[in-house]
């Protein structure tokens, strides 16, 4: 006796969580099998092994069927074919495009090409994540990356109107289409310490005050590019390491306002002008494509490690940002006041975010 | 002109890319009804066309109107080649006809397509203008309503309950005539849905016609199935209950939008203008030399044909003067003739007066292609065989009437069973003919309608009972006669008292049977008939005894026939009547006494089987009250011989008798174990397993022992297909592999549905097919239904306390006839179920004629409706649509699809039924050339059954409801050949629309209010007389 044929509709399709779960995570039907009896459930429901690959194939089916849906959420909300309850809905969605942490590392600011595609094997094997996860969430980064590219107006609305995904998702995504869009080395050894908040954090800030966007919503532009003008206005910012003057007077300002109310302060003074050089060099090198590549780099490298092999505090580095940002407005012979402002008010919540073990 | 249909195009959403270069699509729409078709412009280059049209007009007869589908077509326009079609709709306008039911059909309806499935959806408004007929001698019957719901439906009231309304319509099937061979499989499958749509919509109308002429304005209980003959052709035929509902809000009567004016047509038959056609007047298929019988004359075999238009449409109008004269000469010994069956399984309360037992027919018939239907004898003659069966039978049980009517067949190539089965009961006249609000409160109260306990009080008459029972004072009222057990084919009377808590019983069984064809087939599966049910009812019993019940409702027996084996699948809901004694237990007998082990063996079988019992009986909390031997008296014929079960006559020994029946004063039941069969049979009955703690099941509407639901229900269809290992199978494996199969379905339906605990599974419904040689196929369809525990526990607990307080009385025995039994002719069947008994029917007859025109004396007269112009039209979408969509809107605001509720109950859970929309009733094939690829056979027949789902939500939405009841899946044929990576599917199911409140969202009193009033009034009243 074997069964050919075994299915159970519901009027209201029947959404298990835990096989869910399960299926999102690239198991087969016997691995999941395998899994829940381990769970005990058959000793909870005294069901047998054969109700349960049944149930697990019935859902795996439904889920397959839904998969279609779930690439346009929306239609998922309008379609007539499965009768599933908004929260019911919102969960699905939500679990969908939910990635893991360990495998956003390996693409983030990656290329979302076919040719990264074929790398999926090796961040399996890399990962522990079972190719078939891997490959939905590459597919959903590149899917959402397509939909918003070509998109007007604020990236995380775009991708919450046509993903559904919660305020906290929408925002990961929008850090991960910029990260990609921009092509951001994240993958280098030094950059190891950081996740991806870290990441998406900064994301975030430079969504908010480096795009076309950010400047004038109005603007015909996107989002997910820095804005080009900006960047190459910042080659202005370079007088502030490059005279010497100028530098000096920054130095002594910030000093003078910090004496006594930095543990770090000789450190600090000893190390001025190398970490201003940095934040300033960096600034002016972002009308290269290659520099804006190695942005996160440049700031581990010349303000992160410094400040870390000297052991400053959190607190520290947040007096000294504060300072050295506020300063530059009492250096009469600088006129970019505004530009200053724009970049630094971005620098430091990075800077701040990324100061840590 | 009698109706103009108008049908406005909207727009579409999520169409499938038709061209590839672009990935869009160029669509536009054809509207077609009857023969007229309008299109709209192409939409170009949009997956989302808005195509606003105009209204389409289409000014046609209602004729049409009730046997037409809408046709809607959506379409790729191409300009170099033939157009691609995307998808179609068939919408059923019949909702739109009665002035009380939907006023438009505005909403998203999926575009489907019978080889891809859905393809998008399509947003189409419909409205229809009707103009009131003068023409007397018209076809249609627009105005009736239909319900699928078995019982008076909750917005109505019964005036009366006319009786049975039967009709079959035939036709030769499209996927068999010759074209068939150079069509695509596309055409063919649009062929036959859109036949079968016709056929359903021309049945329908007939029935209503028959309906309008027992002046009745509603059919309820309609069950309408379609028969695949093959080659032989297609049979789509309908039973119901004609009534005269009144809407309960209204205090007037209801009278049809457009009534047929029968009432003056009959008083002078003979000055019809024949060229107004002769219709059928008669109502009951009874074959006289005349054999004029307008359903047998419908011969169009290309359904083109058939509307075109009122001149030269059904074949039916050739008859002439000559007919009429002589059908009107015949007309009153039709109606003495009449069926007295009832499609209804629940009745208003004090219908039921007794109930006898169940009546079952059966007959095996070999199919010949249907050459010339009008010829009279055809399947007309067959079901009208078996429905004097079945009234013969009903007379034998000293029952003048039969309910929870239904048919069925089987059709296995050129052979068919057919069965019909009901419940023989005696019922009030009253209801039947008479029913004015006085008159109905009068009566309740001067009937002293102690109906507690009536209905089972037996309706024979004991000295010549029609098969050996056991009878004993009813436990209840002490004064009439009662069975041992009671089987019935109808839901649980409301206002029975029943201990504990039901559950459903089944008795499953194979028998092989050899290949044969034509009659020596007929033959074979005629012989094994008779065992096969006998077998059905032992194990029915037995498990009802190990259940510690007295008593199965809902009762509905299956008897599948293949190429090679018989199935036989009988579902009950067992129950513990307060009214009947308290079952015996089972008692096991071994046939080799001196085998010291084997006697061992038997004593644990013993044990085993008295623990089962046990452990049931806490299970389902069944504790009725000890009542001392003396009230009840002894029991009264021999009760031991009678109640003996024996596997095997023959070998019926004197030993058994001696036995010690260790229940003391209740006889046991005694099952002998004379060979391995008998053991293993035994072993069966203990292998069902009860469902886990939490749940409970049944096949009838409610739970017994459970009243107080919560909101939320979940309906679903389980489709199971094994294949069988060998083709040299004993019956005990397959038996075994049978029973295995709808137990591991029962099983994964508990585990499916654990979230919903504390919960039960109603209206339970198996279906069984043989698909081909080694495949066995179950269906299941039912609801879970929520409910909680705590509360549950308390109100029965007060219910039986009620119930042993009162004591009640029943002398009523409304006319209930006399018997007159050929006593030699008893079947040896030890319980009500009998089969083929013969019987005087002229003295029958003539009393049921006498009866039935007693009915017909008080009919109440319909006036005659004048031109009028059915102004709903215009209105906004009901209120109703708007009530659910608010409230059902769910906080996520971007969701716009609305939730319909399905479930096969007559009702909703916490909710109450506002409006009746009009029956569901929607046909589907789906078919593949690429099963692999959609997921092979689960994966293809899922998605068939969510779609079929989606599309009777879309309905039910665009009528404005928001619920569907009495939904049945009719029919589920599966078809697969995995070698040419083929499967194909058809799906028939039905139902009621309608529009549902929550009750927590009523503000106002609910109208049923009063009559709940009333009804405690009058048992109040009782008790004190």
Redesign the interface.
């Known amino acids: 006796?074997?069964?050919?044929?075994?299915?159970?509709?519901?009027?209201?399709?029947?959404i298990d969580e835990d096989v869910y779960r399960l299926w999102l995570d690239g198991y087969s039907v016997t691995d999941a099998v395998a899994l829940r009896v381990r769970s005990g459930i058959l000793e909870q429901?005294?069901?047998?092994a054969?109700?349960?690959q049944?149930?697990t194939?019935?859902h795996y089916?439904?889920f397959?069927?839904l998969e279609r849906l779930l690439h346009a959420p929306?239609?998922l909300?309008?379609?007539?074919?499965?009768?599933i309850?908004?929260?019911r809905?919102?969960l699905l969605i939500e679990r969908y495009y939910a990635f893991d942490e360990a495998f956003v590392w390996e693409v983030l600011g990656k290329k979302l090409s076919k040719g990264t595609k074929k790398d999926l094997d090796d961040i399996s094997t890399k990962t522990g994540i079972t190719l078939k996860s891997c490959r939905r969430q590459f597919d959903n980064f590149k899917r959402v990356f397509k939909v918003v590219e070509e998109m007007r107006g604020s990236l995380v609305d775009n991708i919450q109107q046509h993903f559904?995904l919660s305020d906290r998702l929408a925002r990961d995504y929008a850090a991960i289409v910029f990260f990609a869009n921009n092509r951001f080395e994240t993958g280098k050894k030094k950059l190891q310490y950081l996740s991806f908040g870290d990441f998406a954090f900064c994301a975030e800030l430079m969504i908010q005050n480096g795009t076309l966007g950010a400047v004038d919503s109005q603007m015909d532009d996107m989002d997910m590019d820095l804005d080009k003008e900006f960047l190459q206005d910042m080659k202005e910012l370079k007088v502030l390491a490059a005279d010497k003057d100028l530098l000096d007077l920054h130095k002594s300002l910030v000093c003078t306002a910090l004496l006594g109310k930095l543990g770090v302060f000789s450190e600090m003074e000893a190390n001025f002008k190398n970490l201003s050089r940095g934040l300033v060099n960096v600034a002016a090198k972002l009308t290269h494509n290659k520099d804006v590549r190695d942005l996160f780099v440049d700031l581990v490298e010349k303000f992160v490690e410094p400040c870390r092999s000297d052991h400053w505090p959190l607190s520290d580095v947040r007096f000294f940002l504060n300072q050295y940002s506020a300063s530059v407005h009492s250096l009469d012979g600088f006129r970019h006041q505004a530009l200053w402002d724009r970049y630094m008010g971005t620098l430091r919540g990075c800077l701040l975010r990324l100061y840590h073990d | 002109m009698p109706g103009k249909l108008k049908v406005k195009i909207v727009a579409g959403?999520?169409l499938p890319v038709m061209d590839r270069a672009s990935d869009l699509t160029d669509a536009f729409v054809e509207v077609k009804f009857g023969n007229t078709t309008f299109k709209t412009d192409v939409y170009l280059k949009s997956l989302n066309p808005q195509w606003n049209s105009e209204w389409f007009k289409f000014e046609v007869d209602d004729e049409d109107l009730q046997d037409e589908p809408l046709q809607i077509t959506v379409l790729d326009h191409d300009t170099y080649s033939a157009n691609d079609a995307i998808g179609k709709v068939y919408i059923d306008i019949d909702p739109l006809l009665y002035s009380e039911a939907a006023t438009v059909i505005s909403g998203?309806f999926?575009i489907y397509d019978t080889i891809h499935g859905?393809r998008g959806?399509i947003n189409v408004v419909v409205k229809v203008d009707l103009f009131n007929d003068l023409n007397r001698f018209r076809q249609s019957s627009c105005g009736v309503k239909f319900f699928c719901t078995t019982s008076i439906p909750k917005c109505y009231r019964a005036v009366i309950i006319h009786g049975f309304v039967e009709e079959l319509v035939v036709n030769e099937d499209p996927e068999y005539q010759w074209i068939d061979r150079i069509r695509t499989p596309r055409a063919s499958n649009e062929a036959r849905q859109r036949l079968i749509s016709l056929m359903s919509g021309e049945l329908q109308r007939k029935i209503g016609l028959k309906v309008l002429e027992m002046r009745g304005n509603a059919v309820v209980g309609y069950l309408q199935c379609f028969d695949l003959e093959g080659e032989s052709g297609l049979v789509v035929r309908a039973i119901g209950t004609a009534c005269t509902l009144d809407k309960l809000s209204s205090p007037a009567a209801f009278l049809p939008a457009c009534n047929s004016p029968s009432k003056e047509m009959k008083e002078s038959p003979l000055v019809h203008p024949p060229s107004h056609g002769c219709r059928s007047t008669h109502n009951s298929p009874i074959h006289t030399a005349t054999g004029s019988r307008l359903t047998q004359n419908f011969s169009v075999s290309v359904p083109t044909l058939i509307y075109t238009g009122m001149g030269s449409g059904s074949a039916g109008k050739e008859g002439g003067p000559f007919k009429a004269l002589l059908r009107q000469q015949t007309q009153s010994a039709l109606e003495q003739r009449e069926f007295p069956f009832f499609t209804l399984t629940a009745f208003p309360p004090g219908f039921l007066v007794h109930v006898g037992g169940v009546v079952s027919a059966r007959s095996v018939k070999l199919l010949d292609r249907i050459h010339n239907p009008d010829e009279p004898e055809t399947r007309d003659a067959w079901w009208a065989e078996i429905r004097q069966e079945i009234k013969s039978h009903a007379k034998a049980l000293g029952c003048h009437a039969v309910v929870g009517y239904s048919e069925s067949t089987s059709i296995c190539e050129e052979v068919c069973i057919l069965s019909a089965s009901g419940t023989a009961a005696v019922l009030n006249p009253r209801f039947l003919q008479d029913g004015t609000v006085e008159g109905c409160l009068e009566q309740r109260l001067e009937e002293n309608l102690s109906t507690r306990c009536g209905f089972c009080h037996i309706p024979y008459d004991e000295l010549n009972m029609p098969f050996p029972a056991h009878l004993t004072y009813c436990y209840n009222c002490r004064k009439q006669k009662v069975p041992d057990v009671l089987f019935t084919t109808i839901d649980l009377p409301t206002d029975a008292t029943v201990i504990g808590k039901g559950c459903l019983i089944q008795a499953r069984l194979c028998r092989l049977k050899k290949k044969a064809q034509a009659e020596a087939n007929a033959t074979a599966i005629s012989n094994l008939l008779p065992f096969m049910e006998y077998e059905v009812h032992t194990q029915l019993m037995n498990k009802l005894k190990l259940k510690g019940m007295n008593a199965l409702f809902g009762l509905r027996i299956q008897i599948t026939v293949g190429e090679n084996m018989l199935m036989g699948l009988a579902s009950a809901t067992g129950v513990y009547l307060a009214a009947l004694p308290t079952p015996g237990g089972i008692q096991i007998a071994g046939k080799t006494p001196n085998d010291g082990s084997y006697e061992q063996h038997i004593s644990h079988m013993q044990k085993k089987i008295n623990d089962t019992i046990a452990k049931n009986k806490e299970l389902y909390e069944i504790n009725p009250p000890e009542i001392s031997e003396e009230i009840i008296g002894s029991p009264i014929p021999e009760p031991r011989q009678r109640s003996r079960l024996l596997r095997s006559q023959s070998e019926s020994s004197d030993e058994v008798t001696e036995l010690d029946l260790s229940h003391g004063k209740k006889d046991a039941f005694v099952l002998e174990i004379d060979d391995t069969d008998a053991m293993e049979d035994v072993h069966s009955l203990l292998t069902d397993v009860p469902p886990?703690s939490g749940f409970y099941s049944c096949n009838t509407e409610i739970m017994p022992g459970i009243n107080n639901w919560t909101s939320e229900i979940?309906?679903?269809?389980?489709?199971?297909?094994?294949?069988?290992?060998s083709l040299n199978l004993t019956n005990q494996a397959l038996n075994k592999?049978f029973n295995?199969?709808c137990e591991?379905l029962l099983?994964?339906?508990?585990?499916?549905l654990?979230s919903m605990i504390p919960c039960c599974l109603c209206h339970v419904n198996f279906t069984v097919s043989l698909p081909e040689d080694e495949?066995i196929?179950v269906t299941v369809t039912a609801v879970a239904i929520t409910f909680d525990k705590n509360q549950a526990l308390q109100t029965t607990k007060t219910s039986v306390e009620k119930s042993l307080q009162r004591a009640s009385t029943d002398n009523e025995e409304l006319l209930q006839f006399p018997l007159e039994l050929c006593s030699d002719s008893l079947p040896s069947h030890p319980f009500p179920p009998v089969k083929a008994t013969s019987v005087d029917y002229s003295s029958f007859a003539d009393r049921c004629s006498s009866w039935i025109e007693l009915i017909k004396l008080k009919a109440q007269t319909i006036r005659r409706g004048s031109i009028k112009t059915t102004v709903t039209v215009e209105k906004a979408s009901p209120v109703g649509d708007g009530n659910f969509r608010n409230r059902s809107a769910?906080?996520?605001a971007?969701?716009?699809?609305g939730?319909?509720?399905?479930t096969p109950l007559s009702f909703i859970p916490g909710a109450k039924i506002t409006k009746y929309l009009g029956i569901i009733n929607m046909f589907f094939i789906r078919e593949t050339t690429s099963l692999r690829e959609e997921?092979g056979?689960?994966?293809f027949?899922?998605?068939f059954?969510?779609?079929v789902?989606?599309m009777v939500?879309?309905h039910v939405a665009a009528l404005g409801g928001n619920a569907v009841v009495s939904y049945i899946m009719k029919q589920c044929v599966?078809m697969e050949n995995p070698n040419k990576n083929q499967a194909q599917c058809l799906i028939n199911v039905s139902g009621d629309a309608v529009v549902f409140v929550r009750e927590s969202d009523l503000e106002v009193v609910s109208s049923q209010q009063p009559t709940t009033n009333c009804q405690s009034s009058c048992t109040e009243g009782e008790v004190t007389t």
């Open positions: 006796m074997t069964s050919e044929l075994d299915i159970f509709v519901g009027n209201t399709t029947l429901t005294g069901a047998t054969a109700v349960l049944s149930d194939m019935d089916r439904t397959h069927m929306p239609k909300l309008h379609q007539l074919i499965f009768q309850p908004p929260s809905q919102a559904l | 959403r999520h998203w999926p859905i959806e886990p979940q309906m679903f269809t389980s489709v199971r297909v094994i294949r069988l290992s592999n295995d199969l591991n099983k994964s339906l508990y585990f499916k654990r495949l196929q769910p906080p996520c971007n969701s716009t699809v939730v319909v509720k399905m997921g056979v689960s994966g027949l899922h998605a059954i969510a779609e789902f989606a939500r879309a599966f």
